[in-house]
């Protein structure tokens, strides 16, 4: 079983930001306002993750480390109409085994919280602490017993800055919940919670983006958009600005991508990159998000429609 676990576990942890991302879209599946990531040495040695979500009872902590437990499916069709982030009960159990975990939880029932460590899949201690309501989640020596996994890694940097991406498209990508995130001791990043998308881009990405804004909002049968794309002057030398959330989640698809370039191509030169922030609902039943197990390229069921439409919707609001 450990062995099956350490196996499983590269398939949903390659490095120190995808903890990081099961552990943050967990925390907002319970339901989460506020979220603080910390990390040290790229996350390598020490991650923080804390919620003030729902928790979790103690007596469902274990259960929770099981490979494919999870609270979250409770049929067959509940796969194809997931809205929660996580789906597929792989995180914890992939984590726990290549690392040594702490976790500290309370629910807002309880009167106490519960400590639970557990190291390499093998358990460690559950006792009663007291703790406030929701959860954390200590992340220390990911790959500790995986070392030709660890040596796959980058450089603490490297790693620091995924991270750091990582934490500002789920800020974006969740206007709603406060974030910290703090690396090596100092606050990176920092979102109220307002749900303000401008007041989220001016923070991230400064005065002189947020200046050249166009809004976007449409509604169409097949899908609703909202978000801003920038004029065409701040365009970049890379795809790192072109983003674009569905149904709430980061994700990259091939049809929205060429659909948003497209629709650019006119004003930008070669080798340019348009700025996005674009908030796709598109029904879930017409998508596909189980292609991957770290889901992030989506499959639709109307591609020509959805990439017509992105397309025009976009040209018109740069030709405005
Ligand atoms: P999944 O998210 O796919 O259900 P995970 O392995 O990520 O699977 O998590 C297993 C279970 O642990 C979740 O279904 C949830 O019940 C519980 N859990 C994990 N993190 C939290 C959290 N931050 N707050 C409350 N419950 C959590
Ligand atoms: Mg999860």
Redesign the pocket.
């Known amino acids: 079983q450990e062995t099956i676990d350490k196996i499983a576990a590269g398939e949903v942890i390659e490095r120190p930001s995808s903890v990081v991302k099961?552990?943050v879209?967990?925390?907002i599946?319970?339901g989460s306002s506020a979220v603080t990531v910390e990390i040290k040495e790229g996350g390598v040695s020490f991650i923080r993750i804390s919620?003030n979500?729902?928790?979790?009872e103690r007596e469902?902590i274990p259960l929770?480390f099981l490979r494919h437990?999870?609270?979250?499916i409770k049929s067959v069709e509940d796969l194809f109409t997931v809205t929660?982030l996580?789906?597929?009960?792989?995180?914890?159990?992939s984590i726990a085994a290549v690392s040594q975990v702490e976790l500290i939880?309370k629910t807002n029932g309880d009167f106490t919280g519960s400590r639970y460590l557990i190291e390499g899949s093998k358990e460690v201690s559950l006792e009663e602490i007291g703790a406030p309501d929701g959860?954390t989640?200590i992340i220390r020596n990911l790959f500790y017993n995986t070392p030709a996994r660890k040596k796959f890694l980058k450089s603490a940097q490297t790693e620091g800055t995924y991270i750091h991406e990582l934490m500002q498209r789920m800020i974006l990508s969740h206007p709603d919940v406060a974030f910290k995130f703090i690396m090596n001791n100092q606050v990176k990043l920092q979102s109220s919670g307002n749900g303000n998308i401008k007041d989220i881009i001016y923070h991230l990405y400064g005065r002189d983006i947020t200046k050249a804004l166009l809004p976007i909002a449409h509604e169409s049968e097949l899908f609703k958009v909202s978000g801003f794309i920038g004029k065409p002057m701040i365009s970049r030398g890379n795809r790192g600005y072109e983003l674009y959330f569905v149904n709430g989640r980061f994700i990259r698809s091939q049809i929205l991508s060429k659909a948003i370039e497209d629709a650019f191509k006119p004003f930008l030169m070669q080798h340019q990159y348009p700025f996005t922030v674009l908030y796709f609902e598109i029904d879930s039943s017409l998508l596909d998000v189980n292609v991957h197990p770290t889901k992030m390229e989506l499959r639709f069921s109307n591609q020509q429609e959805l990439y017509r439409e992105v397309q025009s919707i976009l040209s018109a609001a740069l030709v405005h």
């Open positions: 099961e552990l879209e967990n925390a599946d319970a919620d979500g729902c928790g979790i469902q929770a437990s999870t609270s979250k929660s996580g789906f597929r009960g792989e995180a914890l159990s939880t959860t989640f």
